[in-house]
């Protein structure tokens, strides 16, 4: 409940905001001067950080929810597997029951028998008693068969009552077995109730829980609406402060450091690299190449000065995309050795110096953070974008790390050769420090 009274909370507080900043239309009326623009950027931003932050725990939360959720079903799967298996169990018993029962009535059959047999030798035994033994004695042979007949009762007799015997202790036993079955199944019976009201417990909380992420999953898609919402003002803002920058290629060293100073805040490279980057590269500006340019001739072409296989296609797509003349857009001639003997290829493009397919790799970062349809390498802001977002991903977003990205921005490596550019980089970007702050003191 508290989840969705933040969500509330946040469209009221974004629509209490929109009426002053909106998609389009309301955007343009607002004061076109910078600082109220970064403001109003500046808690769009920090909206858009809150609802991230928010997103992030209910995610966290759905997939807590989602492990546990998985943890349920497999309780579930294996609490079918004890009802099972209990109910086989039961089962089982009650076989047993039956077997024994029958075993029980076939000794007391057994028994009754038996004891039948008992009484009947018994009677005949005083039978003879009462008749006597002494006629027969009397007879030739008599007392053979009269001691012979007085042992076979008595053997008979005495197995009748040990088999009598046996019976009986058979009986006890089956007793026991059939009281102990009947013990068990009253156990199992009752493990199999048990185990029942755990399944309907768990099946109430499986749905409890998947209900919970089936809301918590929409409390993420509205974060996720709201961000993509609130992202889409910010690049509408962003578009606008970076409109504010009307710069052509011969910029003021002050609207240079102004520029720099944007992309300081949009990238963490600290603005004095930046420019002296920008000052190695063409004199922030001022020279954006000598190949290509009309009435140049035909050894300067881009189809002879750039790389064939590696930027032509993609020169191509640039300037098709900002409606230029692909054979009297300017671009950097090769360089060449003392001897006249090209090295390497030519073909960098504007203010930054951005060969066409490395800049293939930075124009949809551009346009994602200034909020433009197209990027263009030869407009000095993007120029100065593009740096900044290459240098950074270099490791210039701290001072040790600039000396390092020069080099990688000129050559690719480290390697000591070409020192002199990163040391260069480095001691105009001290000189452009001071003067940065000398300016900031000044105003």
Not at 113 to 123: E, I
Not at 147 to 166: C, G, H, M, P, V
Not at 167 to 196: C, F, N, V, Y
Not at 198 to 226: C, D, I, P
Request: glycine share 6%.
């Amino acid at each position: 409940m508290k989840t969705y009274l933040k969500i509330v909370y946040l469209v009221l507080a974004i629509f209490l905001i929109l009426p002053f900043v909106t998609l389009s239309s309301t955007l343009p009326a607002l004061s076109d001067t910078r600082a109220e623009l970064e403001q109003e950027l500046q808690n769009i931003e920090a909206q858009i950080k809150q609802l991230e932050n928010e997103l992030k725990t209910t995610t966290t939360q759905k997939k807590q929810l989602q492990a546990k959720i998985n943890q349920l079903k497999k309780e579930q799967s294996v609490l079918v597997l004890k009802i099972k298996s209990t109910n086989l169990t039961i089962k089982k018993i009650e076989t047993n029951i039956t077997v024994t029962e029958a075993a029980i009535k076939t000794t007391t059959q057994r028994i009754s028998s038996d004891r039948v047999h008992l009484a009947t030798l018994l009677r005949s035994l005083r039978e003879q008693s009462d008749t006597g033994f002494l006629l027969p004695l009397l007879e030739p042979g008599g007392l053979s068969q009269t001691l012979d007949k007085i042992q076979s009762y008595e053997t008979l007799s005495i197995n009748i009552l040990a088999i009598l015997q046996d019976l009986q202790g058979a009986k006890r036993d089956l007793d026991k077995k059939h009281l102990e079955l009947g013990e068990a199944e009253e156990d199992a019976k009752t493990m199999l109730s048990i185990q029942t009201i755990q399944q309907q417990a768990l099946r109430s909380k499986l749905g409890e829980e998947t209900s919970l992420l089936e809301n918590t999953k929409g409390q993420e898609a509205n974060y996720q609406a709201l961000i993509s919402n609130q992202k889409k003002i910010a690049a509408q803002i962003r578009s606008r402060i970076y409109e504010l920058f009307e710069a052509d290629r011969a910029v003021t060293f002050g609207q240079a450091v102004e520029i720099a100073q944007m992309v300081e805040k949009l990238t963490g490279v600290r603005a004095a690299f930046l420019l002296a980057i920008l000052t190695q590269e063409s004199n922030l500006g001022k020279n954006v190449g000598s190949c290509n340019r009309a009435g140049d001739p035909p050894e300067k072409s881009w189809r002879v000065v750039m790389k064939p296989e590696r930027d032509q296609e993609p020169f191509k797509t640039v300037t098709e995309e900002l409606g230029l003349n692909i054979d009297t857009t300017p671009v950097s001639c090769p360089m060449k050795d003392k001897k006249g003997k090209q090295i390497g290829w030519g073909g960098a493009m504007g203010p930054a110096q951005f060969i066409p397919s490395t800049w293939m790799g930075y124009r949809s970062k551009i346009t994602a953070l200034t909020g433009k349809s197209v990027a263009n390498p030869w407009d000095i802001r993007d120029a100065f974008l593009a740096a900044g977002l290459k240098l950074g991903s270099q490791g210039a977003t701290n001072v040790s790390g600039e000396w390092k990205a020069a080099m990688l921005y000129f050559s690719g490596s480290t390697n000591l050769r070409y020192r002199f550019y990163g040391d260069n980089v480095v001691a105009t970007a001290n000189k452009y420090q001071t003067d940065i702050e000398s300016l900031a003191a000044g105003s």
